[in-house]
């Protein structure tokens, strides 16, 4: 049997990453998500808050004893500072859970990490990963997503897609990509089974399908 495959999952902000995961979750691949390491972490008594008090100050926990991502998002993405003390303290804790995870993961299945981030860390995530598939597509089709999901400001949604890497560069670092724009989630769906078949994914002939 073909070895369980590392596929890297990455897409800007609302691009349809997680709707994606869910999709290959549902065909066998065992789904390591970061964003949801990420607000494991930072739920009451979770192991990065008392380093985000410490440095953030204690107005960044709210009154449940969890990061109040409200305020904590309004300051990272308007101040790159502060976004990069967030990420070091948050990044190396989030590898770790991501490699923990990983090896617990059934190995004869594919593990697709979902990683908002990976272009954007260069060769520290790339390296952990065989393949890169990319879910792209406009940002007018990301802003009108995270304000239909997530009620956020336009302006706070641009803040943020410009400080992620772009289409250009996300393609550029694709092994292959899906474009999530104008597709039906059913369309969505075949074009992920389409990549199964042709063995992206890297699980044997027997397993497909
Ligand atoms: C800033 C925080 C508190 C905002 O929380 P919130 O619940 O509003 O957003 P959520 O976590 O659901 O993230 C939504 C999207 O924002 C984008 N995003 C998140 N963090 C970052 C970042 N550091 N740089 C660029 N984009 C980011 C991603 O596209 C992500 O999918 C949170 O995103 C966070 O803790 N970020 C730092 C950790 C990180 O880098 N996560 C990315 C996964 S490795
Ligand atoms: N092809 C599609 N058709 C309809 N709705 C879609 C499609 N793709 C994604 N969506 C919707 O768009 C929103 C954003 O998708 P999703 O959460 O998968 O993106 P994401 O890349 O994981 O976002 P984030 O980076 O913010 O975590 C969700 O509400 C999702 O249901």
Known sequence: MTRARRIGLT???????STVARMLAQRGACVI???AIARALTLAGGAALP???ARFGPEMIDSQGALDRARMRALVFGQPDAKLKLEAI??????LETER???????AHPVVFDVPLLVEAGARWRRQVDR???VDCSEATQQAR???????PRAQVQQVIQQQASRAERRAAADASVVNDGLALDELAGELDALWMLGFFGV???ARL
């Open 101 to 107: 995870q990983a090896q617990t993961a059934d190995p």
């Open 51 to 53: 380093e985000i008090a």
């Open 11 to 17: 897409g800007g902000i609302g691009s349809g990453k």
């Open 90 to 95: 948050l990044h190396p804790l989030i590898g």
């Open 33 to 35: 998500d970061t964003d």
């Open 146 to 152: 995270v304000q239909a999901r997530s009620g956020w």
């Open 204 to 206: 044997p002939a027997a």
């Open 132 to 134: 890169v598939l990319v």
